[in-house]
């Protein structure tokens, strides 16, 4: 069992809802991420957040919104997605205090945009 | 940016082979992991590697930070069938622009025969 859950599991939606992933750790990590993975490549980084402060954003455009509203919780808000966003969508979490903790990933969020 | 090179692509293997994988780099990396993804799951963690010239086991997996902190492999030995899946090695420099960011390789296919 992972220790960091996301929630939904699938989920489908067209390019005009708005939706929420959401992600949960409890392994008093204080960096978060958000990944998006194509079938059999590697994940690509979309977000870090540290001490609940967005750190890095790799230029991902303005329909995927993050928020970290506290140390264990992690949520990407969707809305007017297209067709190619069509992803698993993975968190994952680490310490910070020391460069080089390895991330611990959750299970992921299966998108499909109709 | 950083490139990782991980080979080979995919393997076919008998049951009770040994399987070796690597990854190479332009860059020096301070962290090397390496993760098993199956498929609808998230990437879990096998082996964190910290120092050039470790050599790490996690039962029947053994790995190794390169000694130029350029290069990492990957051992299995003995496989079986639920070693199949997918393997991601992943590099970690040091703080600054790089802090929490994950270059991942294109990932190891692994089949298994009984």
């Known amino acids: 069992d992972t220790e960091v859950t996301q929630t939904p599991k699938h989920l489908v939606m067209g390019m005009t809802n708005k939706k929420s992933l959401k992600c949960e750790q409890h392994?008093?990590?204080?960096?978060m991420y958000w990944y998006k993975q194509k079938a059999k490549k590697p994940p690509e980084l979309m977000f870090v957040y540290s001490y609940e402060k967005l750190s890095i954003n790799e230029s991902v455009p303005s329909r995927f919104s993050p928020e970290c509203p506290n140390s264990s919780l992690l949520n990407l808000h969707l809305h007017a997605l297209q067709p190619e966003d069509s992803a698993l969508y993975l968190c994952?979490?680490?310490?910070?205090?020391?460069?080089?903790?390895?991330?611990?990933f959750g299970d992921g969020t299966r998108l499909s945009i109709l | 940016g950083q490139q990782l090179n991980q080979s080979p692509q995919s393997m076919f293997i008998q049951e009770g082979e040994d399987v070796s994988m690597n990854c190479t780099s332009s860059?020096?990396?301070?962290?090397w992991l390496w993760y098993k993804q199956d498929p609808g799951e998230g990437p879990v963690l096998l082996i964190a590697?910290?120092?050039?010239?470790e050599l790490t086991s996690n039962g029947r997996l053994t790995a190794q930070f390169g000694i130029t902190r350029k290069d990492s492999f990957l051992n299995i030995s003995a496989s079986i069938p639920s070693d199949v899946g997918i393997y991601f090695c992943a590099g970690q420099g040091a703080g600054g622009t790089s802090y929490g960011k994950l270059t991942f390789g294109q990932g190891t296919i692994l089949t298994v025969h009984p």
């Open positions: 994952a979490s680490s310490q910070v205090r020391t460069v080089g903790q390895p991330q611990h």
């Open positions: 860059s020096i990396f301070n962290t």
């Open positions: 392994m008093g990590h204080r960096a």
């Open positions: 590697l910290y120092k050039a010239g």
